[in-house]
């Protein structure tokens, strides 16, 4: 098999959830890690700066280079050794989907070195085996806003249009949480009610973040896991609850700890101190300790690129 001589790759952060989309809604953020693969040789050498340097395994256990080998596989191809670069700015542990991009990126990559065509679909599948749920894979596969869900063990997902403007702020705290650790605090039935508000809800935030944005206040309410996560997260959600206590769609990001507050560029919005006593309408300032992205929606989801050319482009 001719392989392309070296595959760029360039997919964006995610946030699930979204507030009530519990493990079926997803959005992808300007916010990108990027990959360089470079076939050759019989093993792997990776290199890794920034988010993860020092800290993420440097050989086949790598999550890029299990997804490249899995993207191959499925593919048919053997590519006995490559180097790969990763490129990370997506914060790991903070719930901005870095192993989804990992994998989305890993996966993607190995269509570009064999020169097939990206197949999306096939590729939220893939994810979703590696990954185990499919809300933050489908959004860095697809761009945009996804809906996702699961046949039998199947992962499938579309995407939607966002409303023109739609934007994010990001809320990323210095520390991390497992996403293991956030999923094991919530419980194993919710009350009926709940769930009811949490259906009507998702299906509002369908509409509010496709046509009619001035709903993402109501439409992000959620009772179905913010509040069962706090011990985990207890600076988070006492954010979340300060920014919307203003009026601002303040929503836990994935399994956290980052918040990410939905808006509309057009929209004029005030920054305010945390501490200030006059917060109505306005959107404060990061926390000390904590970083503050504002960040645009991504529309196309992973991009590959082989040399200066482009192996498929949208």
Known sequence: MNLNPVVRVRVPA???????????????????DELTVTPGGSGVTVEVVGSGAGEVALDESHLVVRAIRAGLESLGAVVPGFRLRCENRIPHGRGLGS????????????YGLTGTPLDRDRVVELANEIEGHPDNVAAAALGGFTIAW????TGRAIRLEPEAGLAAIAYVPGTRVLTREARG???????????AANAGRAALLVAALTSRP????????????????????PESLALVHKLRGSGLPAVVSGAGPTVLVLTVASEEVRVLPLGSSDVSGGL????????????GI????VQVWSGSQ?????
Do not use: K
């Open 185 to 195: 605090l919530l419980p194993a039935a919710v009350p009926h009610g709940d769930a």
């Open 298 to 301: 991504e529309p196309l989801g």
């Open 99 to 110: 192993s989804s991009a990992a994998i989305v990126g890993g996966i993607a990559a190995a």
């Open 310 to 314: 482009p192996v498929e482009r949208e």
């Open 150 to 153: 699961t046949d039998g063990e």
């Open 284 to 295: 404060a300032a990061a926390p000390d300790g904590w970083e503050r992205y504002e960040l």
């Open 214 to 233: 001035e709903l993402l206040m109501t439409a992000t309410e959620d009772r179905l896991h913010q509040a069962y996560r706090e011990p985990a997260m």
């Open 14 to 32: 995610t946030s699930a959830n979204l507030g009530p989309g519990f493990d079926a809604f997803g959005l992808a953020l300007s916010l990108y």
